[in-house]
């Protein structure tokens, strides 16, 4: 027997995802699926990226959506668009086999509001969305959350460190007291503690995988001594140790990782790159790209990089490190998905080792250093 089905997943949707190939529940999978569809609550997950977060929620979501009503029964908020449209299609392929179709919509900033109001106009049970563009479609009437049953916070920690704290305090208010919330976050920083705290049920069900180490164990975390004017020459190096791998650079700013990502280019590499400032269309075509194996290399800022998931990324490089801890667990959780291993390797500059530092004592790792490339 499926052990989906001993989680209580019903049989069409367990059909669905073993053609998606998910054939063993994950830990957050086998842990939070029976607690969802056993009582209606309030959850807390904390689990890192790459976990099953969307399967975990996802499946019990759909078994609570009455598809006879049409009406928006359940909205999950999502930190990017890129993550938004992940979840949207993901909930689409488990419905494959459903006996009554549950209809699920994606709406995010970047794309014009009209087409997504017109979208809205046909059957909707669930609305996927970024924060700031559901507020707009709040505000123009385009869409009535008063029928939501569940609220999904995928990606808490994420959400709020974007700056959507009044976004979300606003939808938390909005959806009514009614409601069941459901957070899943890779971090617990204390606004992430605070919405628990003043919108979710004292005695909701937490599942904590890793209560000792805020990051994928997984993962191994390398750096590299450097200075500003050896680091591309470096950064060239290693991508042809790596070169039948694929794999994700982060860069802190948009000018950077355009950049960085003409320079690798000029060197012969095959590279994308993904900043905020790209139309969607643009973004979507690189995406499509990376995700099919035509490119080795996405240069990528910590933004644009939120919900990306590819299968079997080798390693993560940190052209520069982050300033937040919060985007060096997001960074690196892009690589050693699924239960896979992966490598975080840090460029480091001389001023920039007590950061390194920092980042060790604090998420629980120990960083290696590669002498040699």
């Known amino acids: 027997m499926s052990k ?40 807390i997950g904390l689990a890192h990226t790459g976990t099953g977060k969307t399967a975990a929620f ?8 009455n598809p006879k009503k049409n009406e928006v029964q359940a909205l999950v908020l999502s930190p990017t668009r890129e993550l938004a449209l992940q979840i949207k299609k993901q909930l689409f392929k488990f419905t494959k086999y459903a006996d009554e179709k549950i209809f699920a919509e994606a709406v995010y900033g970047g794309e014009k509001i009209e087409k997504q109001i017109h979208n809205l106009k046909r059957p909707t049970h669930i609305v996927v969305a970024t924060p700031g563009r559901l507020i707009d479609l709040v505000e123009r009437q385009a869409i009535d959350l008063s029928s939501v049953k569940i609220l999904v916070l995928d990606e808490a920690d994420e959400m709020l460190s974007m700056g959507f704290k009044q976004d979300l305090h606003k939808i938390l208010k909005k959806t009514g007291s009614q409601k069941n919330t459901w957070l899943f976050s890779a971090t617990m920083p204390a606004e992430v503690q605070k919405i628990i705290k003043n919108y979710m049920h004292p ?124 985007y060096y667990t997001h960074r690196s959780g892009r690589t050693a998905r699924a ?35």
């Open 4 to 43: 989906f089905l001993d989680l209580g997943v019903k049989p069409a949707f367990d059909k669905a995802i073993k053609e998606m190939h998910i054939l063993q529940p994950t830990e957050i999978q086998e842990k939070a699926i029976p607690v969802l569809l056993e009582k209606d609550t309030d959850f």
């Open 203 to 326: 005695n909701a069900p937490r599942i904590d995988l890793d209560e000792d180490t805020l990051i994928n164990k997984k993962i191994r975390h390398q750096y590299i001594k450097t200075d500003i004017k050896g680091k591309l020459d470096s950064l060239t190096d290693l991508l042809r140790k790596y070169q039948n791998e694929r794999g994700i650079i982060f860069d802190k700013t948009k000018a950077g990782a355009q950049n960085l990502g003409q320079k690798l280019f000029s060197r012969n590499f095959s590279v994308g790159v993904l900043e905020g400032n790209m139309k969607q269309k643009e973004r979507e075509k690189v995406m499509r790209a990376f995700k099919n194996g035509k490119l080795q290399v996405l240069v990528s800022t910590d933004v644009s990089a939120r919900g990306i998931d590819v299968n079997d990324l080798s390693f993560v490089i940190h052209y520069r490190l982050p300033e937040q801890l919060e």
């Open 339 to 373: 239960g896979k291993t992966g490598t975080s390797i840090a460029f480091v500059l001389p001023s920039e080792i007590e950061l390194m530092q920092k980042i060790q004592k604090s998420l629980g790792i120990k960083f290696t250093e590669i002498k040699k490339i």
């Open 58 to 65: 996802g499946l019990p979501l759909l078994q609570k959506i």
